[in-house]
């Protein structure tokens, strides 16, 4: 089954006579929508070219920018539409607000017509931000090296510093916000150990069969935490952001060198480091649940060990708690706990 794919920015466009709910209904699906901050505009004075004149027909934009990661089908359900109308925005967030009055270089280009900030509806003072928006593409060398400071004294993150200087930008000091990026997780590494010294590290092991639902119960485990899922290719740790909690998600036999293995489910040696394709990451890692088909047995039978007198199962099983996940496991413990959930919630 294809993984549907989630963000925190999208577009929707449609046409007004293609619209599945009532324009005057827009702003108040939108206000129950979740969304940290929306706008939108109707696009209705658009020309096809400059020889005919002839207007494109009438369209609505929509920008939505939420704070956690949302699926494209519950966008397009805010509007009772298909999701192929909408676009996961992957720029900044500030270029959509520019977008939606022609003020991007490409809608220059084009000759687009340009709206007025009084055409748009939005959930905070869009002309204010407007303002904001062009002040910021007019900073030069200098504002862009204050942000890139505020960045390395950790008053702002790498979103942020997105937003706020563009990716051309930063493509030019790479290096630059690389060596930043080295020096300030050597020192959150360096504080988090003196925090956790002593302290020990639990490891999860939950394995059943595909689809059973291992992946579901490592993120209810995790959902008042901010964890990291790892495991979308061979390199498990690209990803990997300093983060204390992680999910190793479909570990397969081999997929680490076994005393690596080891070595990072290690509960007590809190100074370790990840293999990374690049550049090795340091590891904060208060908790890994890893999820696999294989149990422990299985997994060490099936891993390539150059001598398993030194590299024993039962190094394994020192490090972990395994736990076989079956469809009663997930009725159960999914259902006691989302009990025991709102009765704290109604307490």
């Known amino acids: 089954m294809k993984k549907e794919i ?46 005919t004149h002839d207007l494109i027909r009438p369209h ?78 007019s900073k030069g060398p200098k504002y862009i090296s204050s942000v890139i ?45 003196k925090k956790f010294k002593g302290k020990r590290m639990k490891v999860l092991w939950l394995f059943g069969r595909a689809g059973v639902g291992k992946t579901r119960y490592a993120e209810y485990i995790l959902r008042d935490k901010k964890y990291a899922i790892l495991g979308s290719s061979r390199d498990y740790f690209q990803t990997y952001n300093g983060e204390h909690y992680v999910i190793l998600n479909d570990l397969r036999p081999n997929d680490f060198n076994y005393s690596d293995l080891l070595r990072i489910l290690d509960p007590y040696q809190h100074n370790k480091v990840a293999p990374r394709r690049y550049r090795d990451s340091l590891l904060n890692i208060e908790m890994i649940i890893i999820t696999t088909p294989y149990s422990v047995q299985n997994f060490y039978d099936h891993t390539k060990i150059d001598d398993r007198t030194v590299d024993t199962i039962d190094q394994l099983l020192r490090r972990i708690e395994p736990i076989e996940i079956t469809p009663e496991f997930i009725r159960k413990n999914l259902k006691e706990k989302k009990t025991k959930h709102t009765d704290q919630d109604n307490a």
């Open 6 to 51: 989630r963000a925190r920015q999208f577009m929707y466009v449609q046409d007004l006579d293609h619209l599945k709910i009532k324009l005057t209904d827009i702003e108040s699906n939108l206000i129950n929508s979740g969304a940290l901050e929306w706008a939108y505009i109707k696009h209705d004075k658009d020309h096809k070219n400059d020889e």
């Open 60 to 137: 609505i934009h929509v920008v939505l920018k939420y704070e956690n990661l949302q699926r494209l089908n519950s966008i397009a359900n805010l509007f009772k539409d298909e999701s192929q109308y909408v676009e996961i925005w992957k720029g900044r967030i500030a270029n959509a607000y520019s977008y939606l009055l022609h003020e991007t270089e490409e809608a220059k280009k084009e000759h687009k017509h340009l709206y007025s900030e009084n055409e748009v509806v939005a959930s905070f003072n869009f002309p204010a931000r407007m303002k904001d928006i062009r002040n910021k593409v």
């Open 149 to 193: 400071d505020q960045y390395a004294e950790g008053k702002i993150d790498y979103k942020d510093l997105e937003d706020e200087v563009g990716i051309s930008q930063l493509a030019r000091r790479k290096t630059l916000i690389e060596n930043i990026d080295v020096m300030k997780a050597e020192k959150e590494h360096e504080e988090w150990l």
